[in-house]
């Protein structure tokens, strides 16, 4: 339990300053993001991905969330393109990638979580071998958790620093959203909720979850 | 209405006395002007190249023109451009503030504005704005220089220059991940400005101050160039340089066993996005993209800069 209560406390940590800023009266949280004036684009984009944390961004995953096992299987039967336009989310315009939002059970193979860049490495098909990356952070590669909101467009910020600033801000959510449990990992299952951006048929899986539990 | 006048006959000043239209043939589908920075840097030549091809394939006629950086100039060529009633304008700018009251310019004389490669801080103004995901490289490009580095080491940064926000956001994408590496530690930060002058000038002065660094990673490829000759001269081959931008000369500098790698970003393709986008755009009313699009990077390294050849990666 007390595993559980502290990303939660981190949580609110994060977000007191912003529930006790007088600057924000408006629930649009566009708008309150911008009121926020003189701060930086890392406090602004931290705020606002608070915000559309619970509200917007973990409905979208549940909206779309596949499981990983036939994903897969349909990704190299018929290809990403025809996965990606199934199930897949993505800005619009030429050379952007895939996102998929999945859900999935396996073994954890590897887990390396004295990094920075800490991860579990899960076998979902009972072959021994690992399929899918699970990136548990604080490094999160990507900004796959950004590219997959559909309500997210980059017209509407300022420019890529703020836009960056909004992925590492919902990578750290992400991040302070999963705990793990004492003692050995490799051996034990564990499922998973969340999103992985995809940018070749064959390349490796590296899921941001969203959603953690070990068994 | 006088202001507007004024700029008119500037530009009708400017156009009189600079010989750079190059109309190819009579084109029927009007003119498109194309405005970047200086060529002597390859990577803005590649994008006025590859949308001057893409312009003239589809039928127009073209005005190139470089605006130096100079916010001031480029306000003159878009006056120019305006006096020439160019049916489109294809733009990589001279400052991301600076350059919002010259494409609402353009703008409001009725002629549609296209960016590549540098965001300006406004929307709704330019129908495109078409930029290389400069955060996405970056941490390609510091992931890279971390792992040749043995994720430990002094190093050193070369930022570009400070008004252009791909200055910032690649230093920020740098330091997102290489900050995480506690042993990694910077001993000197400093701007070249975009410039292989200034890159071997800046080189020299910090390896002398800071003779033990491991590696340099910088903003650029003109600056990685000036950096390495730097490096070069002073016996210090051992020295890690990664750049940014994929041009050819850090392509040849990898498969010579000198930069390490370099982040390419699809200079020639996107310049030909923007003209079809701009031809679209004139022809139905549309592009039927949001305006500001992002483009992903590719790390360059010793494994696949044989295939690199002017801002394109063959298959």
Redo the contacts between chains.
């Keep these: 339990m007390r595993d559980l209560f502290t990303p939660l406390a981190i949580l609110s940590c994060a977000l007191l300053p912003l529930a006790g800023c007088k600057i924000v009266k408006t629930p649009d949280p566009q708008a309150a993001a911008t009121e926020v004036a003189g701060t930086t684009d890392e406090a602004r984009m931290a705020a606002y991905a608070g915000e559309i944390w619970d509200s917007k961004v973990l409905p979208v995953i549940a909206e779309h969330a596949v499981p990983l096992t036939g994903l897969r299987g349909k990704i190299a039967s018929e290809g990403l393109d025809a996965a990606g336009a199934a199930h897949g989310l993505r800005?619009?315009?030429?050379?952007?990638?895939w996102n998929f939002a999945a859900t999935g059970e396996g073994v954890i193979v590897e887990a390396n979580t004295a990094s920075?860049?800490a991860k579990l490495l899960v076998d979902i098909d009972a072959d021994g071998a690992a399929d899918v990356t699970l990136q548990l952070g604080?490094?999160i590669?990507?900004?796959s958790l950004r590219d997959a909101m559909p309500f997210l467009?980059?017209?509407?910020?300022?420019?890529?620093?703020e836009?960056?600033k909004l992925?590492?801000a919902l990578n750290a959510l992400a991040h302070a959203a999963i705990t793990l449990p004492e003692g050995e990992l490799v051996g034990r299952t564990v499922g998973f909720e969340g999103v992985f951006t995809l940018?070749n048929k064959g390349d490796a899986i590296e899921l941001v979850p969203t959603r953690l539990t070990v068994q | 209405m006088k202001l507007s006048r004024r700029h008119f006959m500037a530009g009708v000043a400017v156009t009189a006395i600079l010989p750079v239209a190059r109309p190819v043939f009579a084109a029927e589908k009007g003119l498109i002007a194309i405005i970047t920075p200086s060529h002597d840097n390859p990577f803005f030549k590649a994008e006025a190249v590859g949308a001057e091809a893409r312009a003239l394939e589809l039928g127009y006629e073209t005005l190139v023109l470089v605006h130096d950086d100079d916010p001031n100039k480029q306000s003159e060529l878009f006056d120019s451009a305006i006096a020439r009633g160019a049916k489109a304008i294809v733009l990589d700018n001279a400052g991301a503030d600076a350059t919002v009251a010259a494409v609402q310019r353009a703008k409001d004389a009725g002629i549609p504005s296209f960016l590549i490669d540098r965001e300006i801080k406004e929307s709704g103004i330019a129908v495109s704005q078409i930029v290389s995901n400069n955060y996405q490289g970056a941490q390609l490009g510091a992931e890279e220089f971390v792992r040749l580095m043995g994720e430990a080491g002094n190093y050193v940064e070369l930022v570009g220059r400070e008004a252009d926000t791909n200055a910032g956001i690649r230093s920020s994408g740098y330091h997102d991940i290489i900050d995480q590496y506690p042993d990694m530690t910077m001993v000197a930060q400093q701007s070249a400005n975009w410039s292989q002058t200034e890159g071997y000038e800046k080189m020299e002065t910090i390896l002398q101050a800071n003779p033990d660094i491991k590696g340099v990673i910088c903003g650029n490829d003109t600056m990685a160039m000036g950096a390495w000759a730097a490096l070069e001269a002073a016996g210090r081959t051992d020295v890690i340089v990664v750049g940014f931008d994929g041009s050819n000369d850090v392509r040849d500098s990898i498969l010579a066993g000198g930069i390490k790698a370099t982040v390419l970003q699809p200079a020639y393709r996107q310049a030909q996005i923007a003209v079809e986008q701009a031809d679209q755009y004139l022809t139905t009313g549309s592009t039927g993209q949001d305006e500001k699009q992002l483009m992903d990077c590719v790390l360059i390294n010793g494994d696949n800069a044989a295939k690199l050849e002017t801002f394109a990666l063959s298959a």
């Design positions: 800005p619009v315009g030429e050379a952007n990638p920075r860049a604080p490094v590669r990507g900004t467009i980059f017209t509407d910020f300022r420019d890529q620093i836009f960056a992925a590492g940018r």
